[in-house]
């Protein structure tokens, strides 16, 4: 590591610049990245992690500026070019060839062409010889990539990258997606490729990950670098110093207290679905904010996809103030006052093809279609108004979706749920992919909207934010809910102990 001094970077970046239309994206940077070390690359949403990202890898273009490999200059075309060099990007809108194998995923463009058929046993063996290496060993080589978790199939990307024997791995928030246990193992390996001698670009919102794991941080403001140096002395403190250019510091406050009678707006009683995930009953009073921790898997977002109507459930009921839902569906939930911000907002978020506005006031319009909200006006600002209480960046709200960064889209989701006004909010990962400074306004929005008599459920990965809001947790497990803690109660120990299910495994939180 101490040579890294006098070695010449593998890979110096030269006046880089882009910008869409008057939108400067980057800036004039000047970067040299050495072989061997972890960098982390953070910057708010919207500074162009991504867009720097996907210049690297040949995913985007650059309108002027230089990147060299070991000296020679280089243009990147297409991502293959820039794998030709060894540079190899894992994204989450993840390339892979979902009917086929993960074996055929991992070495496609490699064997089969030159041999006319793949040799399926040598295919084999050397699949396992690199799965093992890198310690992904519930991941068998026959499986069909579709039928694989997220988190799995960016494993298979990661795979894929070594087999081409890449130097240089970028990775672009990879840790959003995992679960605990899944981001040590990441972390653990992203060391030990370093320590390989490959150089890994980690792009991540969670600046406790990049403290941990990165030799040097690359921080990112409106598409200029505003420090890059050594990981060593920085703290969350001085990093958001960096990024926002004022320090930021999420505290929890004590959600306002509610009144043990206050009434109850949603009650869910015996909700069972047709993949047999419940029974779950749980209610949340006017003014409440109701938490629910728990491992990937646990079944969190399954009830609250039941709850809005969105899958099928074979037994239960939903209630919105005292009146229960005959039929649950999006269109009646939402006719009833329910608002889910889901997880997933490629699939039942956003048109990403629509303008900001389009989408912010799509619910909306349904909502009050009968009453002809029609008219521009009052959308125009309606939209305006609550975007920038989010601190949405695009360049207007007619911006479409489609060119706002992850971070940002995520926010437009948010607004559009708040649009409307509701008697009872579900948010889902709120805050995946949202920057500090969002974070902590979209925390101040939910306790703002609990205080005025919206009840609230908030699920989500990071426990600390679940703890810090909600003024009751729900631990789920194997699609029930096994724990429940008031706020304040509890550690994040305890509520990782009972997601895990107490003693009975106890050792699969101490790996982690
Ligand atoms: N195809 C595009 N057309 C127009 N503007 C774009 C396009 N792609 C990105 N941008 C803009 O470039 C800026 C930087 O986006 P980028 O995706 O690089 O941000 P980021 O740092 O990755 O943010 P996040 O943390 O939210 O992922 C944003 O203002 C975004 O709206
Ligand atoms: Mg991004």
Excluded: C
Aim: no cysteine.
């Amino acid at each position: 590591m101490t040579t890294t001094a006098v070695s010449a970077p593998l890979i110096s970046i030269e006046g880089l610049a882009k910008s869409y239309a008057r939108n400067t994206v980057l800036h004039d940077l000047n970067l040299g990245l050495h072989a061997g070390r972890v960098y982390g690359l953070l910057g708010e949403n919207g500074a162009g992690k991504t867009t720097f990202a996907g210049i690297l890898s040949g995913l985007t273009h650059a309108d002027s500026g230089h990147i060299l490999i070991d000296g020679e200059p280089h243009a990147f075309r297409v991502p293959k070019d820039a794998l030709d060099q060894g540079i190899a990007i894992i994204t989450q809108e993840q390339s892979l060839a979902l009917d086929r194998s993960v074996a055929e995923n991992v070495f496609s463009g490699q064997l089969a062409s030159t041999l006319g058929f793949v040799r399926t046993r040598a295919l084999r063996e050397q699949f396992t010889s690199l799965r093992d290496s890198v310690g992904f060993t519930d991941l068998h080589a026959g499986t069909v990539v579709r039928s694989l978790s997220q988190a799995k199939r960016q494993q298979v990307e990661i795979l894929r990258a070594l087999a081409r024997d890449a130097r240089v791995l970028i990775m672009d928030e990879p840790t959003a997606i995992l679960s605990i246990a899944e981001t040590q193992h990441l972390l653990q390996l992203i060391r030990r490729l370093a320590e390989d001698g490959r150089l890994v670009l980690l792009i991540s919102h969670f600046l406790e990950d990049v403290l941990s794991v990165a030799d040097e941080v690359i921080v990112l403001r409106d598409g200029a670098v505003t420090f890059a140096g050594p990981t060593e002395g920085q703290t969350p403190r001085t990093l958001t110093q960096h990024m926002v250019g004022r320090a930021v510091e999420i505290e929890h406050k004590r959600p306002t207290r509610v009144a043990p009678d206050a009434p109850v707006r949603l009650a869910v009683t015996g909700l069972t679905r047709t993949d047999g995930i419940g029974p779950v009953s749980f209610h949340v009073r006017a003014g409440e904010i109701v938490g629910m921790a728990g491992l990937v898997g646990a079944g969190r977002s399954e009830v609250a996809r039941a709850i809005f109507g969105l899958d099928k459930i074979s037994s239960g009921t939903v209630a919105v103030d005292g009146v229960e839902l005959r039929r649950l569906t999006p269109h009646n939930a939402i006719r009833h006052g329910l608002a889910f911000v889901s997880e997933d907002r490629k699939h039942d978020g956003l048109s990403l093809v629509h303008s900001v506005r389009e989408n912010a006031s799509l619910v909306v319009r349904r909502k009050f279609a009968r009453f002809h909200f029609r008219t521009v006006r009052p959308e125009k600002s309606a939209v305006g108004r609550h975007t920038d209480h989010m601190m949405v960046k695009a360049s207007s709200i007619e911006q479409s979706v489609w060119q706002l960064s992850g971070g940002n889209q995520q926010k437009v989701m948010f607004a559009k749920w708040v649009m409307t006004n509701p008697t009872v909010l579900i948010v889902d990962e709120p805050t995946r992919g949202v920057d500090v400074g969002a974070k902590a306004q979209i925390y101040d929005i939910i306790l703002g909207l609990a205080a005025q008599g919206i009840a609230i459920v908030i699920i989500s990965s990071e426990i600390e934010e679940v703890m810090g809001l909600a003024h009751r947790l729900l631990v789920m497990r194997r699609g029930r809910v096994v724990r429940e803690f008031d706020w304040g109660a509890t550690s994040r120990a305890e509520v990782i102990a009972a997601a895990f299910g107490d003693y009975e495994q106890e050792d699969d939180t101490r790996d982690t």
